[in-house]
């Protein structure tokens, strides 16, 4: 299995990112999919889960409001819209699959891990 970030990179504050996630190696469409992301010196903290269907999403209290998620099973791709960017959302971001929509927010309840993707905001 594979999960593969991309679409990182340097943006100002108040600037759109769109990250996205090229899975590989399992049905796509059997798992939830999800986004965590790891800044400097901190813990990995959860951002964002869509469901298998696209009908259910839910969000990190820091970015409400502001991301958005989404996924083509056909292209086997889960992305993550970020909107008004600002410096703290300043992180790695990994995108992650679980075949379960409980524990969202825990980093063991996930089956498989992508490599990361680096979004750095300036103020």
């Known amino acids: 299995v594979q999960l593969q970030a991309s679409g990182g990179g340097l943006v100002q504050s108040g600037e759109y990112l769109r990250l996205s996630c090229a899975a590989s190696g399992l049905t796509f469409a059997d798992y939830f999919v999800g986004w965590f992301r790891q800044a400097p010196g901190k813990e990995r903290e959860f951002v964002a889960l869509i469901s298998w269907d696209g009908i259910s999403t839910w969000f990190g209290d820091s970015v409400k409001g502001r991301f958005s998620i989404s996924r083509d099973n056909d292209r086997s791709t889960l992305y993550l819209s970020m909107d008004n960017l600002k410096p703290e959302d300043t992180a790695i971001y990994y995108c992650?699959?679980?075949?379960?929509?409980?524990?969202?927010?825990?980093?063991?309840?996930?089956?498989?891990w992508g490599q990361g993707t680096l979004v750095t905001v300036s103020s």
């Open positions: 992650a699959a679980k075949r379960l929509g409980t524990d969202r927010t825990t980093m063991r309840s996930y089956d498989y």
